[in-house]
């Protein structure tokens, strides 16, 4: 007991900030100030809107990228991270909302920061690389899909109309919009998504997402556009911390819910934190540790009045194309959005709801890399299979579901694809020093097979039919070296050729298996079948020995005989 106690608290103290985290921060402090400081104004819009699309309020929204971004900055496991609200985090959290109300999401982030910390300590992390890159391409095409259509309502100037499945939604918009036009909204979503989108590509490093939003607000401001309606009062600062949310009756109910969030977060979040790798030299995520990070942020926001937050996709980006080195960035980038929320909450409300919705239908059209796609939808017929279910999944059913989805068919494909490398191939024998008569009657009755590749459930069957159609044969060799894996289906599947083939006299003989897989072949009893009867053998060679005794005590393969020279 006492060395498992010792065990858990050296796993937890792994997940803990180290001395090293501190000697980076102390590296370039002024690159990474300057970092943060870009970082925050790109997330301010992206916090805003987010927060209103999730149906808790621009508030929500200031509050989980401060709070949570805060907090995963110190404990994460990534250097360059930023965390906060997302557009994906978004698409799981709007039929919660519908179902269980304000109070419900907040507890529901609760739930999945604990599930997230639970992962950490047992060390999940590393199955993050098991995710095909199709399935990822997939649910990121669906979701900005999803985030560019729960943007209609706003970017048309029309209430948000009932429901939760995000196509009727849309629908019933573009119909109440074409009843009664609002021009002046559907202008300023238009105005500041091309402005965002042409300026990415011509000036990479301005972050014109606030230039935009800044200038429609002015407009709004001075011209007095009543159909631009503004975000509305915002408190100046945070709430105090509070549990009044919490509703321990209504946990069992959550649970699911909560399942479906921590799966997103920890899918998204080591996504992210694996891309910040890829755009660096030498940076490197612990992937226990960006799970725990996650998890006490997800803990943390909710009780400020946050939604669930992940590692940010696009945050991340900005924050290492600006020359992050540290956290100490991405903490700057809380703190920024903090001193906003307490000293500019007056004019932060006065920004219109449509330019919000234009930064999202950008960041949804940013968000799709088409040469990605391309690439995937040409590399084979599985890969482009698997990224369209995932996408038209996303945005029919949701998020999880579409992951799930995904990893089926992915898993299926795959298991197909391994199946079909399980080969069972007729090779010659090495005959040595023999007779002519020898040979032929070796090639009459013993064959030898091969087996190449796993021989498991997915290919098993298939041995077994071609093993079946063996005739007019007396011994078969089986040379097993090359088998990579048996599982117990396998090893079943071979224990019934074996008795098939001994029932029809076609004695079965073994060779090479490998010690790895004795004990799954022992368990079903096939290696026992083959130990009674004295077939199996460490090399071919003694196998080939074996089977000509064999013939030999059947009658079947006569010795040659032996002429003695009479003296006269």
Same mark, same amino acid.
């Given at each position: 007991?006492?060395?498992?106690?010792?065990?858990?608290?050296?796993?937890?103290? $792994?997940?803990?900030?180290?001395?090293?985290?501190?000697?980076?921060?102390?590296?370039?402090?002024?690159?990474?100030?300057?970092?943060?400081?870009?970082?925050?104004?790109?997330?301010?819009?992206?916090?805003?809107?987010?927060?209103?699309?999730?149906?808790?309020?621009?508030?929500?929204?200031?509050?989980?990228?401060?709070?949570?971004?805060?907090?995963?900055?110190?404990?994460?496991?990534?250097?360059?991270?930023?965390?906060?609200?997302?557009? $994906?985090?978004?698409?799981?959290?709007?039929?919660?909302?519908?179902?269980?109300?304000?109070?419900?999401?907040?507890?529901?982030?609760?739930?999945?920061?604990?599930?997230?910390?639970?992962?950490?300590?047992?060390?999940?992390?590393?199955?993050?690389?098991?995710?095909?890159?199709?399935?990822?391409?997939?649910?990121?095409?669906?979701?900005?899909?999803?985030?560019?259509?729960?943007?209609?309502?706003?970017?048309?100037?029309?209430?948000?109309?009932?429901?939760?499945?995000?196509?009727?939604?849309?629908?019933?918009?573009?119909r109440e919009a074409a009843e009664n036009p609002n021009w002046t909204a559907?202008?300023?979503?238009?105005?500041?998504?091309?402005?965002?989108?042409?300026?990415?590509?011509?000036?990479?490093?301005?972050?014109?997402s606030i230039v935009a939003v800044i200038a429609a607000t002015v407009v709004?401001?001075? $011209?007095?556009?009543?159909?631009?309606?503004?975000?509305?009062?915002?408190?100046?600062?945070?709430?105090?911390?509070?549990?009044?949310?919490?509703?321990?009756?209504?946990?069992?109910?959550?649970?699911?819910?909560?399942?479906?969030?921590?799966?997103?977060?920890?899918?998204?979040?080591?996504?992210?934190?694996?891309?910040?790798?890829?755009?660096?030299?030498?940076?490197?995520?612990?992937?226990?540790?960006?799970?725990?990070?996650?998890?006490?942020?997800?803990?943390?926001?909710?009780?400020?009045?946050?939604?669930?937050?992940?590692?940010?996709?696009?945050?991340?980006?900005?924050?290492?194309?600006?020359?992050?080195?540290?956290?100490?960035?991405?903490?700057?980038?809380?703190?920024?959005?903090?001193?906003?929320?307490?000293?500019?909450?007056?004019?932060?409300?006065?920004?219109?709801?449509?330019?919000?919705?234009?930064?999202?239908?950008?960041?949804?059209?940013?968000?799709?890399?088409?040469?990605?796609?391309?690439?995937?939808?040409?590399?084979?017929?599985?890969? $482009?299979?698997?990224?369209?279910?995932?996408?038209?999944?996303?945005?029919?059913?949701?998020?999880?579901?579409?992951?799930?989805?995904?990893?089926?068919?992915?898993?299926?494909l795959a298991l197909r694809a391994v199946a079909k490398q399980a080969r069972?191939?007729?090779?010659?024998?090495?005959?040595?020093?023999?007779?002519?008569?020898?040979?032929?009657?070796?090639?009459?009755?013993?064959?030898?097979?091969?087996?190449?590749?796993?021989?498991?459930?997915?290919?098993?069957?298939?041995?077994?039919?071609?093993?079946?159609?063996?005739?007019?044969?007396?011994?078969?060799?089986?040379?097993?070296?090359?088998?990579?894996?048996?599982?117990?289906?396998?090893?079943?599947?071979?224990?019934?050729?074996?008795?098939?083939?001994?029932?029809?006299?076609?004695?079965?003989?073994?060779?090479?298996?490998?010690?790895?897989?004795?004990?799954?072949?022992?368990?079903?009893?096939?290696?026992?079948?083959?130990?009674?009867?004295?077939?199996?053998?460490?090399?071919?060679?003694?196998?080939?020995?074996?089977?000509?005794?064999?013939?030999?005590?059947?009658?079947?393969?006569?010795?040659?005989?032996?002429?003695?020279?009479?003296?006269?």
């Amino acid at each position: 007991m006492r060395f498992s106690l010792g065990r858990a608290g050296t796993r937890f103290a $792994a997940l803990l900030p180290g001395r090293t985290d501190l000697a980076e921060v102390r590296r370039d402090p002024r690159r990474d100030l300057l970092a943060g400081l870009t970082v925050a104004i790109v997330a301010l819009p992206l916090a805003l809107g987010f927060g209103v699309s999730s149906g808790l309020g621009a508030e929500s929204g200031l509050a989980t990228a401060v709070i949570a971004g805060a907090v995963a900055a110190v404990f994460g496991g990534s250097n360059l991270q930023v965390s906060g609200p997302t557009g $994906a985090m978004t698409v799981v959290l709007v039929p919660i909302v519908a179902e269980y109300g304000p109070g419900g999401v907040l507890t529901v982030g609760l739930m999945a920061g604990v599930m997230l910390v639970a992962l950490a300590v047992l060390r999940a992390g590393k199955y993050m690389q098991y995710v095909p890159a199709p399935v990822v391409e997939g649910f990121t095409l669906g979701i900005a899909c999803v985030i560019g259509l729960q943007q209609i309502p706003n970017a048309l100037g029309v209430p948000n109309p009932e429901g939760d499945r995000v196509l009727l939604v849309a629908w019933r918009a573009v119909r109440e919009a074409a009843e009664n036009p609002n021009w002046t909204a559907a202008g300023f979503a238009l105005a500041v998504a091309a402005v965002m989108l042409v300026g990415a590509r011509l000036r990479p490093t301005v972050p014109f997402s606030i230039v935009a939003v800044i200038a429609a607000t002015v407009v709004a401001q001075v $011209a007095g556009l009543d159909a631009a309606r503004p975000i509305g009062d915002l408190p100046s600062g945070l709430p105090a911390p509070s549990l009044a949310f919490l509703d321990p009756g209504a946990l069992g109910s959550m649970l699911a819910p909560a399942v479906a969030v921590a799966a997103l977060a920890a899918l998204e979040s080591l996504l992210s934190a694996s891309v910040a790798d890829g755009m660096t030299v030498g940076q490197r995520h612990d992937p226990d540790r960006e799970l725990f990070g996650q998890g006490l942020a997800n803990i943390a926001a909710p009780l400020f009045g946050g939604v669930p937050a992940t590692g940010a996709i696009a945050r991340t980006a900005v924050n290492v194309r600006t020359g992050a080195g540290s956290r100490l960035a991405s903490l700057t980038h809380a703190a920024v959005l903090a001193v906003i929320v307490f000293a500019a909450a007056p004019l932060v409300s006065r920004i219109p709801l449509a330019a919000l919705a234009g930064v999202l239908l950008a960041t949804a059209v940013r968000m799709v890399e088409v040469g990605s796609i391309k690439a995937m939808a040409r590399a084979t017929r599985s890969d $482009a299979l698997i990224l369209v279910l995932t996408a038209v999944a996303t945005l029919a059913l949701d998020l999880v579901y579409a992951v799930i989805i995904g990893l089926v068919v992915a898993g299926a494909l795959a298991l197909r694809a391994v199946a079909k490398q399980a080969r069972l191939d007729q090779v010659p024998l090495d005959r040595g020093d023999h007779s002519a008569e020898e040979h032929a009657l070796l090639a009459e009755h013993i064959v030898a097979y091969r087996i190449d590749g796993p021989l498991f459930f997915a290919a098993a069957h298939r041995f077994l039919l071609e093993l079946a159609e063996v005739a007019d044969v007396r011994v078969v060799i089986l040379r097993m070296s090359r088998v990579t894996t048996v599982d117990a289906t396998g090893a079943l599947v071979l224990k019934d050729a074996v008795e098939k083939l001994d029932r029809r006299g076609i004695a079965v003989m073994t060779s090479g298996i490998r010690p790895g897989q004795r004990q799954v072949l022992e368990s079903v009893g096939a290696l026992e079948l083959l130990r009674l009867e004295g077939r199996e053998y460490a090399t071919t060679p003694e196998a080939i020995e074996g089977a000509r005794t064999y013939l030999k005590c059947a009658g079947v393969l006569v010795p040659p005989p032996v002429h003695t020279r009479v003296e006269a």
